[in-house]
């Protein structure tokens, strides 16, 4: 889910920057340190909104800077368990598919396509018995089963931050067009 989260922390205005917008240089300050970070209560900081409020500005001997301590508000994406997500199939692979939940990507697992046998073919995932077939690009409804512990280390390894595994085997799950069509009755 999306949520916008108030949060707190310092930041420093350069003697240069004083006669300019406090608000944006602190903005710009925050969104280099916060997004794209993951943090265990909030999610995965997307976007650093306004900074909506400032205290008193405080110098510390030995700078030159002025430091304020600032409340800022931020977009944040934090899937839940069992949460119902929409998606994009971003890539097939031998085992399974990722698929694009908003700024992350999930994994289903070749087993958890659905009640039917899928077998890889030629870049997609093709159902023996209800001939459904899995291409990149199609739009598909899965649930969270497993959220991962993020890792500071996952960034320096090109790896996701965390890590979503996904399911459709449950009832209106699965490909898009496909549970349309099964909902009109054809």
């Known amino acids: 889910m999306f949520y916008i989260t108030e949060m707190s922390d310092v930041g420093f ?3 240069m920057d004083l006669d300019k ?12 340190k916060y997004v794209g970070r993951y943090l265990r209560e909030i999610g995965l900081v997307l976007d650093v909104l306004e900074v909506t409020d400032l205290g008193y500005g405080k110098s510390i001997i030995g700078s030159p800077n002025i430091y304020v301590r600032a409340k800022f508000k931020v977009l944040t ?57 899995f291409r990149r690009g199609d739009k598909v409804r899965a649930r969270v089963t497993t959220i ?3 890792s500071p280390m996952a960034l320096l390894k090109g790896e996701p931050i965390v890590k ?19 909902e009109k009755g054809g």
């Open 13 to 15: 205005i350069r003697p």
């Open 21 to 32: 917008d406090i608000r944006s240089i602190l903005r710009d300050q925050f969104s280099s």
């Open 77 to 133: 994406y934090l899937p839940l368990k069992d949460e119902i997500v929409e998606g994009e199939v971003e890539n097939i692979v031998d085992y399974g598919m990722f698929v694009s939940i908003g700024p992350i990507s999930g994994f289903v697992h070749i087993s958890q396509l659905g009640d039917d046998v899928f077998v890889h073919r030629a870049g997609v995932l093709q159902s023996k018995k209800a001939r459904i077939t």
């Open 148 to 150: 991962s512990k993020p």
């Open 164 to 182: 979503v595994s996904l399911t459709m085997r449950q009832p209106k799950l699965g490909k898009l067009e496909v549970k349309e069509k099964e």
